[in-house]
């Protein structure tokens, strides 16, 4: 899904005004989110993370992250294998 193209957007999404996912567990989340931020733990992606501008997503599995952490980009399906993370939920257009 394509993420609304207003400077409103972009402002609002930066900011959280649209709201968040945490994740936690191994579980598969999927939405429409525009970052990816550590909580107070480390964090470690599953197979399953893609989106529509991530390109050779694959690439993250495994890969463990350090709080802090940010990853910018259309993500649609999250899944970690360890710590937490939080995820900023952006409107589609």
């Known amino acids: 899904m394509a993420i609304s193209s207003s400077p409103q957007t972009y402002l609002g999404a930066s900011l959280g005004a649209f709201g968040s996912t ?3 567990g191994t579980g598969i989340y999927t939405g429409n989110w525009c970052a990816i931020r550590s909580l107070d733990v480390n964090f470690t992606f599953g197979q399953n993370v893609s989106g529509d ?3 050779n997503g694959i690439y993250l599995t495994g890969k463990g992250f350090a709080a802090p952490t940010e990853i910018l980009g259309n993500f649609t399906r999250i899944q970690l294998i360890t710590g937490a ?7 589609t257009a």
Not at 85 to 91: D, M
Request: with cysteine; glycine share 0%.
């Open 85 to 91: 993370c939080q995820a900023f939920i952006v409107p």
């Open 22 to 24: 945490i994740i936690t």
């Open 53 to 55: 501008n991530i390109t």
